[in-house]
């Protein structure tokens, strides 16, 4: 890969969420100041960022911003501003943006990048076009995010530290180091909102005391006052009070969508975190436990895969997989563990063949996740993998996710082997745990600490009981799932149809019901069914239609219902600018002249059609390279601004032809992107430099 800047090779690291390159200390693109307002309420953070960047370089660079991919992020505001040009993004029906695709020159560009960069995952990629010497570049972004349960029960965002302003200065030896300073243009305020009341904040830098602005202590902001250390992203951990177990957050509908639809219905957050005591289960109730191995890690694995079956608990539910090119099971369905099929299995293991051909791991899933679950009971999977999964990375994940609710994964693959980084994302994806195996010794003893971990007790047979005043009803878009595991939970999201009888009775009530073994467990709620904060900007609704959406995408139904469901998702989609598996993304580069006068546009006139206005190169991809996109302990992913050895993007008149066709129907959206690592991390290696 082509990097901008000198590339050097001076260090190595290895491992899912390290560096194995560095950049030259010339920082090339900036930032010189930004601002970000964060607003977390409960477990869903809104955030509006503005972020300037400077070419400091002496000659003109050509950019692309790159945005992996997140599964509980919706990015729904995105533009670049250069000079007197902006390039923006819409949400276009994708049937319509395949005929735009071959309209945009460049496009042939991305699909080189596909194949040919280093980074592994899903991203999204956008041309941005050339910054001349000195050029400022504006970049707008926007999002919403469901936060991730941190082990002792925070909320815990995240903010990369590629997107602070570089510190000043950086002092030669360690003892005399001084934390880099702020820029004062820099304003980062977080806001804090929760019925159950803000009980404190840990954050790995330095900020203003907790301010609360609520006399109950139901709402507090903060302002940072100091970037995190140079190696540190921002980390901010939030802790509520009241109960743990269950809580609930009303949002308000748009005054001006139509009543019955989801923008223009109250739509209720419920965030499930079930008290798992330390219990031991009924015989039965211990689950369904899947072996998958790789057919060319035989020799290496057999021993522990005797190991595993060994150490099952009887009365629980099993079966093996081996697979290879084909894959084959040793039962046609998952068979109860006894001795007799305890010692079955351990006499077929040896019937295993070596195999090095392909890697059929896709087919696999979709077998098991065909099978419906054993009386309800949780399913475990643990995958043996050595080899790569050829092109079909992004249809494993695309399975893996749609059925996340349903299992869990321990995957183990072989250090240094290709399959690492998918293995990592399915466990990542599933809530489960990725060990690198580096010897036949560490992989015994890796999956045994597993194995345990999946013998804890969860809760099961989860069920939600709605009590709403009279003429309100409940419609659930995200269901409770079919288990919770230990330390992790479940958001619930409900739309809420119909007037209620008596306008001054607004207090509903939720019952959470599960069971850990054969042990009931309820807990009730009464909430308010009043907003819990005045925000017009629409977060719970932005991540109730990321899953509305999904759900849709997954139906099977008829032909002419496929086709009536796909025009009312890509409806939904483009009302509140969510991507969907019905959109497609399409970016632009028009003048700012145009833009001044777009609000006096007619509504059925497209900007596309402006003379100003040029497609750019943007799509979301499926990269296939060696190194994963993601960093750890953080879901809001960025990576490096890059240049490639492509074609210069020069202005070109659309095709006029297919887009006046086309135009009447799009609506703004705007993408995900980010302006590069090379700053920060050739910032790194001179620091790590002057200890040498």
């Not at 900036?30 to 960022?49: C, L, P, R």
């Not at 009241?242 to 419920?270: F, I, T, Y």
């Not at 068979?335 to 299995?345: F, G, L, R, W």
């Not at 497609?615 to 240049?643: E, N």
Request: proline residues 7%; negative net charge; contains cysteine.
């Amino acid at each position: 890969m082509r990097i901008s800047g000198t590339l050097s090779k001076q260090r190595r690291y290895r491992g899912l969420f390290s560096r194995e390159w560095f950049f030259s200390s010339d920082p090339e693109m900036e930032m010189e100041s930004m601002t970000v307002n964060v607003t977390i309420q409960d477990f869903v953070a809104d955030v509006v960022s503005e972020m300037f960047f400077r070419n400091k370089q002496q000659i003109s660079m050509e950019i692309m911003f790159l945005f992996p991919v997140d599964s509980d992020t919706v990015v729904h505001t995105f533009h670049a501003t250069m000079g007197n040009t902006r390039v923006e993004a819409m949400l276009c029906d994708k049937k319509e943006a395949q005929q735009l695709y071959k309209a945009t020159p460049g496009m042939e560009n991305l699909r080189y990048l596909q194949d040919q960069w280093d980074l592994w995952g899903p991203v999204f990629a956008c041309f941005l076009g050339t910054v001349p010497p000195n050029e400022e570049v504006a970049i707008s972004l926007c999002y919403v995010q469901e936060l991730p349960l941190h082990p002792d029960g925070a909320a815990k965002f995240c903010w990369p530290r590629q997107l602070f302003p570089p510190p000043k200065f950086i002092r030669r030896h360690l003892s005399e180091e001084e934390i880099p300073e702020i820029p004062e243009d820099l304003h980062f305020r977080i806001r804090l909102q929760s019925a159950r009341g803000v009980s404190h904040i840990d954050v790995n830098s330095s900020c203003s005391p907790l301010q609360y602005t609520a006399p109950d202590q139901t709402s507090a902001e903060i302002s940072l006052k100091s970037s995190p250390w140079i190696y540190d992203e921002l980390e901010l951990l939030v802790y509520y009070g009241g109960p743990h177990n269950l809580s609930a957050v009303v949002e308000s509908r748009d005054p001006k969508a139509a009543p019955g639809s989801l923008l223009g219905d109250p739509v209720v957050m419920v965030t499930l975190k079930p008290s798992i005591p330390e219990v031991v289960p009924g015989p039965g109730h211990l689950g369904e436990f899947l072996f998958l191995m790789d057919c060319s890690l035989y020799q290496d694995a057999q021993n522990t895969l005797l190991f595993l079956l060994k150490s099952l608990p009887l009365g629980c539910y099993f079966n093996i997989y081996s697979f290879g090119a084909t894959f084959k099971a040793f039962y046609s369905q998952s068979v109860e563990y006894t001795q007799e099929t305890m010692d079955n299995a351990v006499g077929r293991i040896s019937s295993i063949c070596p195999d090095l051909g392909g890697c059929d791991l896709l087919g696999l899933l979709r077998s098991i996740y065909s099978t419906p679950l054993l009386h309800g009971l949780p399913r475990q999977l643990f995958i043996f993998i050595q080899r790569k999964v050829s092109s079909e990375e992004q249809a494993i994940m695309a399975e893996v996710h749609r059925y996340r609710d349903y299992h869990r994964c321990f995957c183990f693959p072989i250090d240094k082997c290709e399959s690492f980084y998918i293995s990592q994302a399915i466990a990542l994806e599933t809530k489960g745990k990725c060990v690198c195996i580096h010897s036949k010794m560490t992989m015994t003893s890796e999956a045994v600490k597993c194995l345990q971990q999946a013998l804890q007790p969860l809760a099961s047979e989860i069920s939600l009981q709605w009590d709403l005043p009279p003429g309100l009803e409940a419609t659930v878009i995200r269901k409770a799932p079919e288990m919770i595991f230990p330390g992790h939970q479940s958001i619930i999201y409900a739309q809420i149809h119909g007037k209620a009888q008596d306008p001054e009775a607004d207090v509903a009530t939720v019952t959470f019901q599960y069971r850990v073994g054969s042990q009931p467990f309820h807990y009730t709620l009464r909430f308010s069914m009043s907003p819990s904060a005045d925000d017009s900007r629409f977060p719970v609704h932005r991540i109730a239609m990321m899953h509305l959406l999904w759900k849709l995408a997954q139906q099977g139904t008829s032909k002419s219902e496929k086709e009536d469901t796909w025009h009312s998702a890509v409806k939904l989609s483009l009302s509140l600018r969510v991507p969907s598996a019905f959109t497609s993304v399409m970016a632009v580069r028009m003048e700012q002249s145009d833009i001044e006068h777009r609000d006096s546009l007619l509504p059925d006139s497209s900007m596309l059609l402006s003379p100003s206005c040029n497609l750019v190169p943007c799509q979301l991809l499926w990269l296939c390279g060696s190194r994963p996109v993601w960093f750890k302990s953080t879901k809001f992913w960025m990576v490096q601004k890059c240049q490639l050895c492509l074609e210069m993007l020069s202005p070109k008149a659309s095709h006029t032809e297919v887009l006046t066709q086309l135009s009447a129907r799009y609506k703004d959206f705007q993408i995900v992107g980010s302006l590069g690592m090379d700053r920060e991390i050739a910032k790194e290696n001179f620091y790590l430099s002057t200890l040498g």
